[in-house]
């Protein structure tokens, strides 16, 4: 497993942190050999990927600590966690952050909507009071055992109230204890100027590129510039493998073959070196009871 420098180290050195999204153990391997040192597990892509459903808050706790808990079997990327609304009040995010944390979660983002919760670039979003969002950070930071482990708090007003009141909310979001701040879906890069302007220099912040949705898509050179700390792609992962998954059955289905497909697959061979069949296969015979039977015998 390659080592990576912690989120939090990251954040303190120069330049953006790019997460690419990922839903399972083979894309977190795919963004660790691209180069990446750094992971957002979405729970939209869990749905979407795993249930065949949008992103409107039927993916639990259990699942998502689960999905989590395989990926960091396989990497040691540090993956920054969708938690949606913590599953419930504070109680239930304590136990949420608690959860997430023993399973390897470096970041653990909460929201602010109201059960069921929804996509963050879906309309028709409904908030909790500010406090209560207050109460809940509060509760997360107190549940975590590491400093190291970084609450994300994410606020979805502008959709609802308005940007001034997103800001409010950050503010008071920021006072309770959040590492990071997370304001959803600005429409415009005014929008976006104005949350740097209010809170650059006071704790990192993250943008979230979102193809199609509400914030228009910037690079991450351009939003380093603007001032972010932190970029997200969450659900990119799903819709390349969605496209590509199309292309490839209409072929099969008219061709009756994947050979006109070929060139767009890993072969056999190539997908098991992307995995690292042969490694694993070798850690194991480096256990294989001939070994051990031989040195009894040798003692002999």
Same mark, same amino acid.
């Given at each position: 497993?390659? =080592?990576?420098?912690?989120?939090?180290? @990251?954040?303190?050195?120069?330049?953006?942190?790019?997460?690419?999204?990922?839903?399972?153990?083979?894309?977190?391997?795919?963004?660790? @050999?691209?180069?990446?040192?750094?992971?957002?597990?979405?729970?939209?892509?869990?749905?979407?990927?795993?249930?065949?459903?949008?992103?409107?808050?039927?993916?639990?706790?259990?699942?998502?600590?689960?999905?989590?808990?395989?990926?960091?079997?396989?990497?040691?990327?540090?993956?920054?966690?969708?938690?949606?609304?913590?599953?419930?009040?504070?109680?239930?995010?304590?136990?949420?952050?608690?959860?997430?944390?023993?399973?390897?979660?470096?970041?653990?983002?909460?929201?602010? @909507? =109201?059960?069921?919760?929804?996509?963050?670039?879906?309309?028709?979003?409904?908030?909790?009071?500010?406090?209560?969002?207050?109460?809940?950070?509060?509760?997360?930071?107190?549940?975590?055992?590491?400093?190291?482990?970084?609450?994300?708090?994410?606020?979805?007003?502008?959709?609802?109230?308005?940007?001034?009141?997103?800001?409010?909310?950050?503010?008071?979001?920021?006072?309770?204890?959040?590492?990071?701040?997370?304001?959803?879906?600005?429409?415009?890069?005014?929008?976006?100027?104005?949350?740097?302007?209010?809170?650059?220099?006071?704790?990192?912040?993250?943008?979230?590129?979102?193809?199609?949705?509400?914030?228009?898509?910037?690079?991450?050179?351009?939003?380093?510039?603007?001032?972010?700390?932190?970029?997200?792609?969450?659900?990119?992962?799903?819709?390349?493998?969605?496209?590509?998954?199309?292309?490839?059955?209409?072929?099969?289905?008219?061709?009756?073959?994947?050979?006109?497909?070929?060139?767009?697959?890993?072969?056999?061979?190539?997908?098991?070196?992307?995995?690292?069949?042969?490694?694993?296969?070798?850690?194991?015979?480096?256990?294989?009871?001939?070994?051990?039977?031989?040195?009894?015998?040798?003692?002999?």
């Amino acid at each position: 497993m390659t =080592t990576h420098p912690t989120l939090k180290m @990251q954040l303190a050195a120069d330049g953006i942190v790019v997460a690419p999204g990922i839903y399972d153990s083979l894309g977190a391997v795919l963004v660790e @050999q691209a180069g990446f040192h750094a992971a957002y597990l979405s729970g939209a892509s869990i749905a979407y990927t795993r249930f065949g459903g949008p992103d409107i808050g039927l993916v639990g706790m259990s699942e998502v600590a689960a999905t989590l808990s395989a990926i960091k079997e396989r990497v040691d990327l540090p993956v920054i966690v969708d938690a949606d609304t913590g599953y419930g009040n504070a109680l239930n995010v304590r136990r949420t952050v608690r959860l997430f944390e023993r399973n390897g979660a470096n970041a653990i983002q909460l929201e602010d @909507q =109201t059960l069921p919760k929804r996509c963050g670039h879906l309309t028709g979003k409904t908030l909790v009071e500010a406090a209560e969002m207050v109460g809940k950070i509060k509760a997360a930071v107190d549940a975590r055992r590491s400093d190291d482990t970084l609450i994300i708090a994410r606020t979805d007003a502008i959709a609802v109230e308005g940007l001034e009141a997103a800001l409010e909310r950050g503010d008071r979001y920021a006072d309770a204890g959040a590492d990071v701040l997370f304001v959803e879906a600005p429409r415009d890069e005014a929008g976006m100027r104005r949350i740097v302007e209010r809170f650059g220099g006071r704790l990192p912040l993250l943008a979230n590129m979102v193809e199609g949705g509400m914030t228009p898509l910037a690079s991450a050179e351009k939003l380093e510039e603007l001032g972010y700390s932190i970029v997200i792609f969450p659900g990119g992962l799903v819709r390349a493998v969605a496209h590509a998954a199309s292309a490839y059955f209409a072929s099969l289905k008219q061709n009756g073959s994947n050979q006109p497909f070929r060139d767009r697959m890993l072969d056999f061979t190539e997908l098991n070196d992307l995995l690292g069949t042969e490694e694993m296969l070798a850690l194991g015979a480096s256990y294989d009871s001939r070994n051990f039977a031989d040195a009894k015998d040798d003692d002999a």
